[in-house]
């Protein structure tokens, strides 16, 4: 009779749990347009996802018909399930004082926005580039609200720890970098420059300014620490760089990784303590093909591995570029890779490309384009 009892209750409990869980058979479909509440296409562009409160709340940049500058700021939109979303509004709008950095105008991109538990703040960094200066300026935005969907007060730009050395490297490194001169490399890309890069040509020349940064991400850690990855060097080098225990600032520990790998849109998840990031090369609004490394420390070393994209367009990443990694609550070793299909000509028309990690035996993560897939079956 006991048994019976346990059984039931124990049938009851799994019952409960399969009826709450938010996800249902409706597809996600790469490529298409995908319209919010009000039937328009979701304007989140370079995003990431947060998952709060039971809910998924998914910032981006928002983008215009012509122009991939910011004039309006970074969106926020919010779903239970992933497939539903609402437009939550402007999350970090441009400011109209032409003196501010985030004038309209200006280049905000890739936003992220992570919680900080101790001070119950919502933290946002951004790619910012200042009005009319191009991509020259390769900083980092960083706002704060109370409140998960904003507004958001910005709070204002870093460069990557001016004046301080990486973790990864050692003072004979330190030393042999600094006798490195830039003139000495009068071409770039030959074997002899990509060898003075990998040792700090470039890492040199912005030490006392702070490395750029721009193409990035964050990722917050089991234990709580949260580490901000950006692509630095004319986007030759990325930095993983921790941050301080509020997650506005650098803490002044970070790596130098992947030098002269020439990685942008960094993505990164973790799975039986392996480090996975999913990059790509730099070829602009164009896709290429991803690149994908490991690591068990997140400092590294970081090892690279193959293409993780498989099939027909696997060189162009199905025509995307990665964005984010998104960890399926409730959903063991479930993970969605992010991708933007950009359109530079009619940016406000770019697609998202959405596709289920997979495994393989040994655990190398892989994926498949899968024009229609759906979180309920795809992960039992
Ligand atoms: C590629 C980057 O990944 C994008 O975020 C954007 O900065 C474009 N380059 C600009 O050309």
Redesign the pocket.
């Given at each position: 009779m006991r048994t019976l009892a346990k059984l039931f209750f124990a049938a009851a409990a799994f019952a409960a749990v399969a009826c709450s869980s938010p996800y249902t058979d409706a597809p996600i479909r790469s490529l298409e347009v995908w319209p919010d509440q009000d039937g328009v296409h979701i304007n989140a562009h370079?995003g990431g996802i947060l998952y709060y409160d039971n809910t998924f709340y998914w910032f981006g940049e928002h983008k215009g018909e012509r122009s991939?500058n910011a004039l309006v700021g970074v969106t926020c939109y919010s779903s239970k399930d992933l497939v539903n979303w609402t437009n939550e509004g402007v999350a970090l709008s441009v400011e109209e004082d032409p003196a501010s950095e985030i004038t309209r105008g200006s280049?905000m991109?890739?936003p992220k926005v992570i919680y900080n538990k101790a001070t119950g703040k919502f933290v946002m960094w951004f790619?910012l580039e200042l009005r009319g200066q191009g991509?020259n300026a390769a900083r980092s935005g960083i706002a704060i609200s109370d409140n998960v969907t904003g507004p958001y007060k910005y709070l204002g730009s870093t460069r990557g720890n001016p004046g301080i050395y990486p973790v990864n490297m050692t003072q004979q490194e330190i030393d042999e970098m600094n006798a490195l001169n830039r003139e000495d490399y009068p071409q770039s890309w030959t074997p002899e420059w990509v060898e003075a890069v990998k040792k700090g040509l470039l890492f040199k020349q912005d030490f006392q300014a702070g490395q750029m940064s721009?193409?990035q991400t964050l990722y917050v850690d089991d234990d709580g620490k949260a580490y901000h990855i950006y692509s630095a060097e004319d986007n030759l080098t990325l930095n993983i760089a921790e941050l301080t225990d509020d997650y506005t600032a650098h803490s002044g520990r970070y790596a130098r990784i992947i030098p002269a790998g020439h990685n942008?849109?960094p993505a990164i998840f973790k799975k039986d303590g392996v480090y996975w990031m999913i990059t790509?090369g730099?070829?602009?609004?164009d896709p290429n093909a991803a690149r994908m490394f490991s690591a068990t420390d997140i400092f590294g070393p970081w090892t690279q591995h193959p293409n993780p994209c498989t099939g027909e367009d696997a060189d162009l990443t199905y025509h995307g570029?990665s964005t984010f990694i998104l960890p399926v609550p409730g959903k063991k070793d479930a993970f969605i890779f992010m991708a933007?299909n950009?359109r530079?000509r009619n940016p406000i028309d770019g697609r998202y490309i959405w596709l289920p990690i997979l495994f393989k035996d040994d655990g190398t993560p892989y994926l498949e384009f899968l024009p229609e897939w759906n979180i309920k079956d795809q992960w039992k």
């Amino acid at each position: 009779m006991r048994t019976l009892a346990k059984l039931f209750f124990a049938a009851a409990a799994f019952a409960a749990v399969a009826c709450s869980s938010p996800y249902t058979d409706a597809p996600i479909r790469s490529l298409e347009v995908w319209p919010d509440q009000d039937g328009v296409h979701i304007n989140a562009h370079g995003g990431g996802i947060l998952y709060y409160d039971n809910t998924f709340y998914w910032f981006g940049e928002h983008k215009g018909e012509r122009s991939n500058n910011a004039l309006v700021g970074v969106t926020c939109y919010s779903s239970k399930d992933l497939v539903n979303w609402t437009n939550e509004g402007v999350a970090l709008s441009v400011e109209e004082d032409p003196a501010s950095e985030i004038t309209r105008g200006s280049i905000m991109e890739r936003p992220k926005v992570i919680y900080n538990k101790a001070t119950g703040k919502f933290v946002m960094w951004f790619h910012l580039e200042l009005r009319g200066q191009g991509y020259n300026a390769a900083r980092s935005g960083i706002a704060i609200s109370d409140n998960v969907t904003g507004p958001y007060k910005y709070l204002g730009s870093t460069r990557g720890n001016p004046g301080i050395y990486p973790v990864n490297m050692t003072q004979q490194e330190i030393d042999e970098m600094n006798a490195l001169n830039r003139e000495d490399y009068p071409q770039s890309w030959t074997p002899e420059w990509v060898e003075a890069v990998k040792k700090g040509l470039l890492f040199k020349q912005d030490f006392q300014a702070g490395q750029m940064s721009r193409d990035q991400t964050l990722y917050v850690d089991d234990d709580g620490k949260a580490y901000h990855i950006y692509s630095a060097e004319d986007n030759l080098t990325l930095n993983i760089a921790e941050l301080t225990d509020d997650y506005t600032a650098h803490s002044g520990r970070y790596a130098r990784i992947i030098p002269a790998g020439h990685n942008e849109a960094p993505a990164i998840f973790k799975k039986d303590g392996v480090y996975w990031m999913i990059t790509s090369g730099c070829t602009g609004w164009d896709p290429n093909a991803a690149r994908m490394f490991s690591a068990t420390d997140i400092f590294g070393p970081w090892t690279q591995h193959p293409n993780p994209c498989t099939g027909e367009d696997a060189d162009l990443t199905y025509h995307g570029q990665s964005t984010f990694i998104l960890p399926v609550p409730g959903k063991k070793d479930a993970f969605i890779f992010m991708a933007d299909n950009w359109r530079p000509r009619n940016p406000i028309d770019g697609r998202y490309i959405w596709l289920p990690i997979l495994f393989k035996d040994d655990g190398t993560p892989y994926l498949e384009f899968l024009p229609e897939w759906n979180i309920k079956d795809q992960w039992k």
